[in-house]
């Protein structure tokens, strides 16, 4: 018997048997009828995996001859397969890149070149941060901009939306803010502008802004804002 497996195992013979849910079925149902072994069982139906064999019986005495017929063929789907310990997800990310120490000197240095009156990149507004880098990014790299300026990639692109498309309800009321503050020549504080701001807009028939986006508004143009 086993010279007739060997025989099997080296000329091929078994090569052409096709796997199907009846040969399924038949080989456990001969084996267990015949109380036949393993090898004797690929002899006789010319079959030459002994290890499909013994899943086959073990999956039909465990869970009956429906799941053997529903028993897909071939290897486990990838996504089924776990995954050893010791491997690395694929999806691992890599480092993040960060600017060059020359790199990263000149893009600071140029930052608070451009940030005047303020002592550290700490103390700059992420608004100031996001108009710096708009500026800079026809120099250097954008990812080297964040990396190297204390501001996050969604507050920048967030300014920038703001920068392309301005509000032209909040444009028109900076330039009102702006006429009104010089005319008074800088001696007009929240309380007092919003006043002259109210009476201008119903003067032309708009809903006046509250004061405090007339105090946002004067922070963010530089123009000192006084208590309410």
Same mark, same amino acid.
């Given at each position: 018997?086993?010279?007739?497996?060997?025989?099997?195992? *080296?000329?091929?013979?078994?090569?052409?048997?096709?796997?199907?849910?009846?040969?399924?079925?038949? +080989? /456990?149902?001969?084996?267990?009828?015949?109380?036949?072994?393993?090898?004797?069982?690929?002899?006789?139906?010319?079959?030459?995996?002994?290890?499909?064999?013994?899943?086959?019986?073990?999956?039909?005495?465990? *869970?009956?001859?429906?799941?053997?017929?529903?028993?897909?063929?071939?290897?486990?789907?990838?996504?089924?397969?776990?995954?050893?310990?010791?491997?690395?997800?694929?999806?691992?990310?890599?480092?993040? !890149?960060?600017?060059? !120490?020359?790199?990263?000197? +000149?893009?600071?240095?140029?930052?608070?070149?451009?940030?005047?009156?303020?002592?550290?990149?700490?103390?700059?507004?992420?608004?100031? &941060?996001?108009?710096?880098?708009?500026?800079?990014?026809?120099?250097?790299?954008?990812?080297?901009?964040?990396?190297?300026?204390?501001?996050?990639?969604?507050?920048?692109?967030?300014?920038?939306?703001?920068?392309?498309?301005?509000?032209?309800?909040?444009?028109? &009321?900076?330039?009102?803010?702006?006429?009104?503050?010089?005319?008074?020549? !800088?001696?007009?504080?929240?309380?007092?502008?919003?006043?002259?701001?109210?009476?201008?807009?119903? +003067?032309?028939?708009?809903? !006046?802004?509250?004061?405090?986006? /007339?105090?946002?508004?004067?922070?963010?143009?530089?123009?000192?804002?006084?208590?309410?």
């Amino acid at each position: 018997m086993c010279e007739n497996l060997c025989k099997i195992w *080296q000329t091929g013979t078994a090569q052409s048997t096709k796997v199907t849910v009846d040969f399924r079925l038949n +080989l /456990v149902k001969w084996k267990q009828e015949n109380s036949a072994s393993i090898p004797k069982t690929c002899i006789h139906f010319a079959f030459r995996s002994p290890g499909s064999v013994l899943k086959w019986e073990a999956i039909y005495n465990k *869970q009956g001859p429906q799941a053997l017929m529903e028993l897909r063929r071939g290897r486990k789907p990838k996504h089924c397969r776990t995954r050893p310990q010791g491997s690395k997800s694929a999806t691992t990310s890599t480092p993040k !890149a960060v600017p060059s !120490a020359t790199k990263r000197k +000149l893009i600071i240095k140029d930052t608070t070149r451009r940030l005047k009156k303020i002592d550290s990149l700490e103390e700059a507004s992420k608004k100031e &941060l996001a108009q710096v880098i708009y500026e800079l990014k026809a120099k250097y790299l954008l990812k080297d901009l964040i990396d190297a300026l204390p501001i996050a990639m969604s507050t920048y692109q967030y300014w920038q939306n703001r920068f392309e498309h301005p509000d032209e309800d909040e444009e028109e &009321l900076k330039t009102v803010i702006r006429g009104l503050f010089n005319y008074y020549q !800088a001696e007009y504080g929240v309380r007092r502008l919003s006043a002259q701001i109210r009476e201008y807009y119903r +003067l032309i028939g708009k809903e !006046a802004p509250n004061h405090k986006r /007339v105090q946002r508004l004067m922070y963010e143009m530089g123009f000192k804002v006084y208590q309410i």
